[in-house]
C-alpha cells in the first residue's frame, strides 16, 4: 500500500507538477511520512536553494552591467542616464531583499564577484558596441560600494 501511493505521487510528479505539490504539502502537513515521494521532494529542495543562487547571481551581473554602462557608455549616457540609475536601484533593492531572506547567500555573493563582473563586462561590451577593452579587466569598485545604495562610479 505504501509503495503504491508513493508509485502514484511519482506519477503525479510527471503528469501533474502543481497538483503533486498540494497533495506533498498535505502529506507533509498530516504526518504522512510513507506516503511521501521523497525522491522528488529532495531534488525540488535542492533546486530551490540553485534558483536562489541563480536568481541573486543574475542579479548582481545586472547591476553590474548597469554601473559599467552609466560610467562607460557616453555616448547614450544622456539619453539612458535616468532609466541606467533606475535600474541599479532596482537591482541594488532586490539583492537587498533576497539577502535579507537568505543572509548565508551574502558570502556566495562575494564568491561570484569577479566572474559576474567579467560576465557584466562582455555583456556591457556587447550590448554598448564598445570594445571589451573599454571597461576595465579589473572591477570598478570594491563589493561593498557595488551593493551600496549611495555610491554610482
Known sequence: MVADSQQTQKTLY??????WVIETIKQLQNQ???AIDWENLIDEVSDLSRR???KLQSLF??????LLKLKYWEDEAERN?????????NFRQQIKYQLEDSPSLNSYLKEIFAQSYR??????????GLPLSTFPSQP?????QILDENWLP
Request: charged letters at 50%; glycine letters at 2%.
Open 14 to 19: 510527471e503528469t501533474d507538477y502543481y497538483l
Open 52 to 54: 536562489e543562487k541563480r
Open 140 to 144: 570598478i569598485a570594491r563589493f561593498d
Open 32 to 34: 504522512e511520512l510513507e
Open 81 to 89: 542616464r535616468r532609466h541606467w540609475r533606475g535600474e541599479i536601484a
Open 61 to 66: 551581473k545586472r547591476l553590474l552591467e548597469h
Open 119 to 128: 560576465d557584466a563586462r562582455v555583456i556591457a561590451s556587447e550590448k554598448s
